[in-house]
Each structure stands twice: as structure tokens, then as C-alpha cells.
């Protein structure tokens, strides 16, 4: 799997043939920059745009599906702080119990 078909918004282009420096909307079969031949440089702001302005419901799409992508990751990151906190809790009660046993007289 390449990087671009991560992104959602490859559903609505398809790489250009003749020019790899350009994508093909598959809506309205306009071809749309990416702003250089090499992937790693390559832009999907152009086709982001064209989405924006011409396919409000594609693009609707498209932004709903990287929302959902990037819920799924904070989630991970929720579950992992979730984690560091329990075992930072279990040590300061450890220690404060110490502190309480001997005011509690
Ligand atoms: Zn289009």
C-alpha cells in the first residue's frame, strides 16, 4: 500500500497517466496538480480545494473519514495516557498513605 491511498480523498482522484505530477478527478475528469513528480513532495491541498469548491458532498465525505481516522488514533493515545496515569496514582497513594498513618493518631 502506497501513502496516497491512506488518504481518503484518493477515493475521488485517480493518478494521472501521462504526467505523475498531476491527479484526475473521477467526478468531473479535470486533472489537478500535486506540485511535483516525487510523492514525497507532493501536495493534496490542490485536490482538496477542487473538492471544497466543486463536490461539497465528496469532500464532506472525505473530511468526515480523516475525522474518524484521526479519533481512532487519540483514542490509542487516550488508552496509553490512561495507563501512565493508573500507575503514577498507585504510587502517590502508596506514599500517601505512608504520610497519613501518622497523622491519623
Ligand atoms: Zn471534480
Given at each position: 500500500m502506497s501513502q496516497r491511498e491512506r488518504n481518503p480523498i484518493w477515493q475521488y482522484f485517480d493518478e494521472s497517466i501521462t504526467d505523475t505530477s498531476k491527479a484526475v478527478c473521477k467526478i468531473c475528469n479535470k486533472s489537478y496538480s500535486?506540485?511535483?513528480?516525487?510523492p514525497k513532495k507532493q501536495t493534496l491541498l490542490g485536490l482538496k480545494l477542487h473538492l471544497s469548491k466543486f463536490h461539497d458532498k465528496e469532500y464532506r465525505q472525505v473530511l468526515k473519514q480523516l475525522s474518524e481516522l484521526n479519533d481512532f488514533k487519540n483514542e490509542a493515545k487516550l488508552k496509553r495516557l490512561k495507563r501512565i496515569i493508573a500507575t503514577i496514582e498507585l504510587r502517590s497513594v502508596a506514599s500517601c498513605s505512608d504520610n497519613h498513618s501518622k497523622f491519623d493518631l
Open positions: 500535486l506540485g511535483s513528480h516525487k
